[in-house]
């Protein structure tokens, strides 16, 4: 059974980082281009950040770029999102997201389909302080 589950979430006053963590368990995780996506109360759930299968591409959204940072780790088969600079409107569920095998789109494709993804994570709750 493949199952992705995320970790790292908290509590931070604006200004802060977190760093949140997403294992693929069951996952041919160095095929699988993976993303991060988050959904704030009676908002629609967003991409926020999303990677290729060696994490030679990504995409970030305008609202977190030159704040966060994607990475993997295959030999870990583990995904990370480094978000520094918090400010109160990333306060939000994150989830993170695997697609399983191909056909291969581009970063930005994924994050702007999020149907495109096989298998997500139960989320982790951000929430940033002013």
């Known amino acids: 059974q493949v199952k992705v589950v995320e970790s790292g979430g908290g509590l931070v006053q604006a200004g802060g980082s977190l760093r949140l963590s997403c294992t693929g368990i069951g996952l041919p995780f160095e095929d699988s281009p993976m993303g991060w996506f988050r959904q704030a109360p009676g908002k629609e759930r967003e991409g926020v950040s999303c990677i290729s299968r060696n994490g030679g591409s990504t995409y970030y959204a305008d609202s977190v770029k030159g704040r966060f940072t994607i990475s993997r780790d295959n030999a870990k088969n583990t995904l990370y999102l480094k978000m520094s600079d918090l400010k109160p409107e990333d306060t939000a569920m994150y989830y993170c997201?695997?697609?399983?095998?191909?056909?291969?789109?581009?970063?930005?494709?994924?994050?702007?389909?999020?149907?495109?993804?096989?298998?997500w994570g139960q989320g982790t709750q951000v929430t940033v302080s002013s």
């Open positions: 997201a695997a697609r399983e095998k191909g056909p291969y789109y581009s970063t930005t494709y994924y994050c702007d389909h999020l149907t495109q993804f096989d298998h």
